[in-house]
DNA sequence: GAATCGCCCCAAACCGCTTTGGATAGCGCA
DNA sequence: TGCGCTATCCAAAGCGGTTTGGGGCGATTC
C-alpha cells in the first residue's frame, strides 16, 4: 500500500492525501478526516526511503564509534548514553544510526555519513584535548553537538557537558573537610577532556588548602576495575599512603575497593573513597543508601538532553547551544573522617 | 556534486556513469578508468537517499532496544554486542540504526521497522521463554536473527547462540570435582532464554551426581552487582552455607566478592567462585592471570558473527541458520579445593 | 452582473539514483 | 556488399513520496 494506490481508492489525487496526512491546511477537514481513516484501515505508512529522497532530509543522526585498533576500548557509559539519546530520537521519529569504525578511519567516516546524506546531525562523543573533529564537522558543514567540551577548541560550537571540575573540587573539598590530606586521584586517561578537568578541580581544592598535589598520588589510565585496582594498589604500598581515594567512575571504584579489601583496609572507616557515579542503569551504585560517596550525573539523562539539543539545532539552525550539568554530590558508606585526624 | 553532473562534465550520460561505477560490464575499460578518476577527483559519493528508494533496500539492520517501563535495565553486553556488530556492518557498507522504545512498544517498532522500509533485517536480542518477536517478524517478513534461542519457538528461525546450558554444567562439574557439594547459582531472570539454559545445566551436573539442588541455593534476578550482592549475603547467613557460587555474570561477581568480603571470607581459598565471562571490554577479567576463574564467550564476536549471519540470509533468503558456541572454561584465582571437604 | 477572493483540489515536476529497452557503430563473415 | 553480433552508450521510465503552480467554483465585493 503506497501513496498512489491509497490516493485512488479514496478518489483523491496523491497531492491532497499526502498533504491531508501532514497537516496541511489547504485541505477541507472532512476529507482529511477521510484519509487518515482510510490510511489507517489500510495501514498506509509512507515509505521512509522516498520521503528521505523527496525532502532531502536523511531523519536520522549518527553516532560513530572509533573502534580500537590500538589501545582504546568501547567506553561503558557509551550504552547509557545511547539509551538516553535513542529515547528522543524515537519519540521525534528520527533514526539513530551507529557507525561503528576503525578509529583511524573517523574522519573518513564523518566526511561519509555527510556527503552520502545518511545523517541530518551528529553527536561527538568522548571529546579530547584539541579535539579535531569540531573542525572537521565546522568544515564539512554537519550539524552536531558535542558530549562534553574539548578544551582548545578555537571555533564555537554546542556541548553539553558536566561540570567536572567543580565536582571533583568539591569532592576533594569534602575529604578536606573530614580531615585528609593525603588525596589520591585515580583518573581516566588525560587526553580526554574531562579527565583534564577533573584533575584541574581535585588541583585546585588542595592548592587553596596550600596542599602541593603529590604527583605519586595521582593516577591515569582506562577507567576499568583492573586500572583501578593497579592504582590503588600502587598507592596503598608507598610509606606514606593515602587516605582517601578520588575516583573516576563506577567501574574503577570497584577496583579500588578490591585493593582496599586486599590491604586489609575498611572501605570508609580507614580509607575513604569519592567516586564519579554515571548512574547507568546496570550499574547503580547501591538501592537505598549509596555504596559509594559519589558525585553524580546521570549519562543517560545527558543523552537525552543532548539528543534534543541536536534535534533542535537541526530543525532550526542557529547560534551554538551550550549547556553546563552540575553533578550532586551524594553521600554514601565509603567517607568519613581522616582516622590519622 | 551529483550523479547527472558528473555525467555531463564527462559528457557521458547518468546511465554510463552508474554503470561504471558500479562494476557493470557494458563500459569501456577506458571509459570506467575515466569515471572512477573523475568521481574521485570531484569527491563524488553517490546519495544512499536516492540509492535507497530506487533499488528498494534499505542497507541498514536494525536493533530494537525495548527500554525500562517496568522493571527491565540496558544491558550492560549490550555496547560490546553492538561494537561487533558494528564493525561488520561497517565492512559491508550497511547501516545499523537503533531503535530505542518502551517495551510495550516493541511490536509496534518491529511493524514499524518493515512497513516504512527503514530497514532490510533485525537482530533480536534477549530472547525470553516462549519469545513472541519471533512468530512475529515470521509474519511480518522481516529477516532476522536471534542473538541466542527461544525456548518454545515452534517456527524455525535463525539464531547464534553460546552453549550456556553445557557451559554451567562444565562449571559445576569443575566444582564438584574440587569436592564442593554446596554449589549456589546466582542466575539471571529466569525468564530469560539463556538463564533458563544455564540453571539447567547446573542442575544436571549436581543430578549426575546424586545431589539434589536446593532451592535455597538457587537466586535469580537481574546481573548487577548490587542483585549479586545480595543474593550472595543471604546464601551466606544459611545455617548451611555455601562453599561455591556460579555466577551469571562478571558484574553480578563483583557483588558476590563483596558480600564474601564483609562476610571475612577469601574467594579461592574459603570460597569458589565461577562466573560467566562475556570478555568485555570494559570490564576484562584480569589482565595476566584471570581474576576468576569463568566460562568465557566473547559477546562482541558474536555480535561480528551474528551480523555476518543477518547480512547473508538478507543476500540470499534461504534456509535458516543456526551456530552454537562453546564456551571455554578459563582457570582464575577464585575456585579452589573445597575446604570442607 | 462582473471582477475578486478563498477554499479545495489536482497535474506535473522533482529528489538522485537504478534499470529497462533500445540505438549506434564497428567488425567478422558469407 | 550485406547481415548479424557484439561492444558501448543513451533516453526514459521508474522508485514513492513532496512541492510548485495552477484551476474550478461558490461566495463576496462593488
Redesign the pocket.
Known amino acids: 500500500?503506497?501513496?498512489?494506490e491509497l490516493?485512488s481508492r479514496l478518489?483523491?489525487?496523491?497531492?491532497?492525501?499526502?498533504?491531508?496526512?501532514?497537516g496541511y491546511?489547504?485541505?477541507?477537514?472532512?476529507?482529511?478526516e477521510r484519509v487518515m481513516a482510510a490510511a489507517k484501515r489500510h495501514n498506509?505508512?509512507?515509505?521512509t526511503?522516498?520521503?528521505r529522497?523527496?525532502?532531502?532530509r536523511a531523519m536520522a543522526v549518527g553516532h560513530v564509534i572509533p573502534v580500537a585498533t590500538r589501545h582504546e576500548i568501547v567506553n561503558p557509559v557509551f550504552a547509557d548514553f545511547i539509551a538516553g539519546a535513542g529515547e528522543t530520537y524515537s519519540r521525534n521519529d528520527y533514526d539513530m544510526v551507529l557507525s561503528v569504525v576503525p578509529d583511524d578511519q573517523e574522519e573518513a567516516a564523518y566526511r561519509g555519513l555527510k556527503s552520502k546524506g545518511n545523517v541530518d546531525g551528529v553527536i561527538v562523543h568522548a571529546p579530547k584535548l584539541n579535539d579535531p573533529r569540531i573542525a572537521l564537522l565546522h568544515d564539512i558543514g554537519l550539524p552536531f553537538v558535542v558530549h562534553g567540551r574539548a578544551t582548545g577548541a578555537t571555533l564555537p560550537y554546542s556541548w553539553l557537558d558536566v561540570n567536572n571540575r567543580r565536582a571533583f573540587q568539591r569532592a576533594a573539598e569534602f575529604l578536606l573537610d573530614l580531615g585528609h590530606t593525603r588525596i589520591a586521584l585515580v583518573n581516566g586517561l588525560e587526553f580526554m577532556d574531562f579527565a583534564i578537568r577533573r584533575r584541574t578541580g581535585y588541583e585546585a581544592a588542595l592548592t587553596a588548602r596550600a596542599l602541593t598535589p603529590d604527583p605519586a598520588l595521582m593516577a591515569s589510565d582506562e577507567m576499568t576495575e583492573i586500572a583501578g585496582h593497579r592504582a590503588a594498589r600502587r598507592m596503598l604500598a608507598l610509606p606514606d599512603r593515602p587516605t582517601a581515594f578520588l575516583v573516576a567512575s563506577m567501574i574503577s571504584g570497584m577496583g579500588v575497593r578490591r585493593a582496599l579489601e586486599e590491604a586489609g583496609l575498611q572501605m570508609g572507616r580507614d580509607i575513604s573513597v569519592i567516586i564519579h557515579d554515571d548512574d547507568l542503569s546496570y550499574m547503580k551504585n547501591g538501592d537505598d543508601v549509596p555504596i559509594f560517596t559519589a558525585t553524580r550525573s546521570s549519562v543517560r539523562e545527558a543523552g537525552r538532553m543532548a539528543a534534543e539539543m541536536l534535534l533542535d539545532l537541526i530543525a532550526n539552525p542557529g547560534p551554538v547551544q551550550q549547556r553546563l550539568l552540575e553533578a550532586e554530590l551524594i553521600m554514601g558508606q565509603s567517607t568519613g573522617p581522616c582516622p590519622r585526624a
Open positions: 500500500m503506497n501513496l498512489k490516493a478518489g483523491l489525487s496523491p497531492t491532497t492525501v499526502s498533504r491531508a496526512l501532514n491546511p489547504e485541505v477541507n477537514e472532512a476529507t482529511r498506509y505508512h509512507p515509505n526511503r522516498a520521503i529522497l523527496a525532502t532531502g
